[in-house]
């Protein structure tokens, strides 16, 4: 009879491990509640209920309720920053790419609405993201903004305006469908499709206005030369 041999975590590995099991345990929870009630449901005493510790203990994990707003501001920082970079990597610099932008912000609204109005929304009265929150949010934006212009670059589309602008128009346009899909969300139900169908529109109707080479209102050819 073979046995593999296994390391003994030591104390402070275990008191670790279960620290961090723990604050996992509250922002897991802390989510649950702001879903059933939006971000100002939070109430400590009954994060602390759901954790099963007493609301006193839940400081030695998180010293303010902000905090752990914060901490839940840069998860999903993190995650939009995770799914983007996958879609750069997968992808050309085509509509395709573009089209799965637009799909991967609808599918984390319908399936993370909490992060997202706690991100995008400011639902919080009093609360600003810590410098750290903020800065991962800066750089979240940036790699959106150069992942958008090497598709223009590329020359697979060609706006009539600054490149500046048309990323610009592409993030409005974007947020203006997850605003659609947020605000009717107690009137249309999630499986209806009726959003994701706004994205195969929009990516539709830009690719004929941007399509290169057409003649533009100024009657000059914008194909690349």
């Given amino acids: ?3 593999i041999d296994r390391a003994v975590p030591t104390p402070e590995q275990r008191r ?16 649950d509640i702001m879903r059933e009630g939006g971000a100002g449901a939070l109430n400590l005493n009954q994060l602390a209920r759901r954790v099963n510790v007493t609301t006193p203990a839940l400081y030695s994990y998180f010293p303010s ?19 983007e ?20 912000r609808v599918r984390f609204v319908i399936e993370h609405p909490e992060l997202y109005r706690l991100m995008f929304h400011n639902p919080v009265p009093g609360f600003t993201p810590s410098d750290d929150a903020a800065s991962e949010a ?4 940036e790699n959106a903004r150069r992942g958008l212009k090497e598709v223009i670059a590329a020359g697979v589309i060609q706006p009539d305006i600054p490149v ?9 346009i974007r947020h203006g469908i997850v605003a659609e899909r947020i605000g009717k969300a107690n009137v249309v ?31 000059r050819d914008d194909a690349p030369g």
Avoid at 88 to 102: A, E, K, S, V, Y
């Fill in 65 to 83: 309720k902000f905090a752990i707003y914060d901490a839940l501001y840069q998860l999903g920082i993190q995650m939009v920053r995770e799914q």
């Fill in 1 to 3: 009879m073979s046995f």
């Fill in 138 to 141: 800066r750089k979240q934006l």
């Fill in 85 to 104: 970079e996958e879609i750069w990597r997968q992808t050309r610099p085509d509509w395709d790419r573009l089209r799965r932008w637009f799909d991967a």
């Fill in 164 to 172: 500046d602008r048309a990323v610009d128009l592409l993030l409005a």
């Fill in 16 to 31: 670790e491990r279960n620290r961090e099991e723990m604050t996992t345990a509250i922002l897991d929870a802390a989510r």
């Fill in 189 to 219: 139900p999630a499986d209806s499709g009726r959003f994701e169908h706004l994205v195969e529109d929009a990516v539709a109707m830009l690719s004929l206005a941007w399509k290169p080479g057409i003649e533009r209102q100024d009657g």
